[in-house]
């Protein structure tokens, strides 16, 4: 059987997004400014640099224009500046504008951005500067030594779903690096793994998320201006349930559409995609779209638990940074300017640790250090206790929000610091459920096809393909467990929180008998399984390199 090869660089980062390309570039600017060249080599899953972006798309470019100093703002590859900043309450048929726009959610300055594109920039920028940048590598597993990270290995290929090597075969590489950086975005499976292994999340409060659902519309001229910018609370949330939606202007013609959902909700029936169907029904929305043609499909989890569920940052030989760390800013949902900073600081970090030779957890703490000092850190801090504010709902949420705001951030108490709770463990049992979702919006769940999707034609605009030959990359543990406690007690909620109609529950026509059944292919790598299951009975881990989704213009 073929052996793995052995490749060694000075520094690895896992992950070809805006955090781990930032860190790529600023790093090399160092190099190159102490008259030194690192090798740097950057791995993406995609098939492409920018083809699994898929983020919040109004950014603040402060810390873009720190990272490149010598491109002008004017040549950065913005869509649109936020020309128009609204934010309104739904009704079931109505919309409130409020008149002034919440504390931390302004956008003056601001610009309306095509992540998919600007990642695509930035790579470009990072190879010129000597960084490599190959996508279409799953990463698979981490290398240790005694403790210490040493690299990581990619993923084998060329293997059938019972895991036998094929003709086909092809065996992963072990890259082996003085520093690897995990830039992976949300619940990464390798930063995961190095967290439970290393204990590094002990200390923190437990990381919340919201699903993020999102589709790309190509509108008529006129109708959705570039640079406007429209966010909402309520419908069709209920009171108890934190979540909102946004539609973005690109240049013109597109326009972004989707709403965040907590998933700290307590329903077992809740659907995020279903919710975003309902959501274009209102007549707000629906007036935007009539018109209108579906471009893309996408869905993405959103770190939301802030400040206090960082978890330790760094260990030997390996920092974590973006979204694999949690660097969101709540409640502006902004995460593309903290990446950057993330990455600029673990490169500054790197470059003293190559500079000494010396890639000890002691030497990388310079990275905590550095991000304490932080404009991100103050970010950070000022709406620390945001989102567990709203553990227990919006009405008592914005309660504790306007606290917070006259505290500094602490809120009403004395500690200064409110906990979180994991999202799986929010559920009631599906009898304990009144009324489920899907009958609350029975009328509005009938999809024509021209506003309003089923999954699996969504799944279709997400350009979403897999290898089918591969081992499942959606790991469930216990077959049984589903069969016999999760499926009575709770309906099956994979099959409601999964945006993509990945898990199917089925009934035995001759017993009655209810069971899972996988589609892996529709996944569109949104890793909401991975966190929402009640029983962690579901992992996420990565397929092969440049499966899965395709967010063009996303």
Known sequence: MQKSEVIETDVLVVGGGVAGLATAIRLADLGTASGKKFNILVLEKGSSIGSHTLSGAVVNPSTLKELLPDISEKDFPFESPVTQDEFYFFLPQRALRAPCTPPFMGNDGNSVVALGKFTRWLAEIAGKKGAQVYPGFSVSEMLYDKGR???????????????????????????????????????????????????????????????????????????????????????????????????????????????????????????????????????????????????????????????????????????????????????????????????????????????????????????????????????LSRTRNFRAGFGRGMILGAFHFATQILTGGRGITFSGKMKTHEDAACYRKLADVSKPFPQKFAKELVYDKKLTFDKVTDVYFSGSKHDEEQPCHLRVLDFKLCREVCIPKYGGPCQCFCPAEVYEIVTDPKTGKKDLHLHPANCVHCKTCDIKDPFGNIEWAVPYGGDGPEYENM
């Open 149 to 379: 990270v040493i690299g990581v290995k990619t993923m084998d290929t060329g293997v059938d779903k019972h895991g036998h090597p094929m003709d086909n075969y092809q065996a992963g590489n072990e890259i082996r690096a003085k520093i690897t950086i995990l830039a992976e975005g949300p619940r990464g499976s390798l930063t995961q793994k190095l967290l439970r292994k290393l204990g590094l999340n002990a200390e923190n409060h437990p990381q919340v998320y919201s699903t993020g659902v999102k589709e790309l519309w190509d509108l008529p001229e006129g109708i959705f201006k570039a640079g406007r910018v429209v966010h909402t609370l309520g419908f069709p949330f209920e009171f108890n349930h934190f979540g909102g939606g946004f539609i973005y202007g690109l240049n013109g013609r597109q326009a972004v559409v989707g709403i965040a959902a907590g998933l700290d909700y307590t329903d077992p029936t809740f659907d995020a995609h279903a919710a975003f169907q309902v959501y274009k029904k209102h007549p707000f929305v629906a007036k935007i779209l009539e018109n209108g043609k579906l471009l893309r499909y996408g869905a993405k989890t959103i770190p939301e638990g802030g400040l206090y569920s960082l978890p330790k940052l760094y260990h030997e030989g390996v920092m974590i940074v973006g979204d694999s760390a949690g660097f969101l800013a709540m409640p502006s949902l902004k995460g593309v300017h903290l990446a950057i900073e993330s990455g600029m600081l673990a490169a500054k970090s790197a470059f003293e640790a190559l500079q000494k030779n010396d890639f000890s957890k002691e030497q990388l703490s310079l990275y905590e250090e550095l991000f304490k000092k932080s404009a991100g850190f103050k970010t």
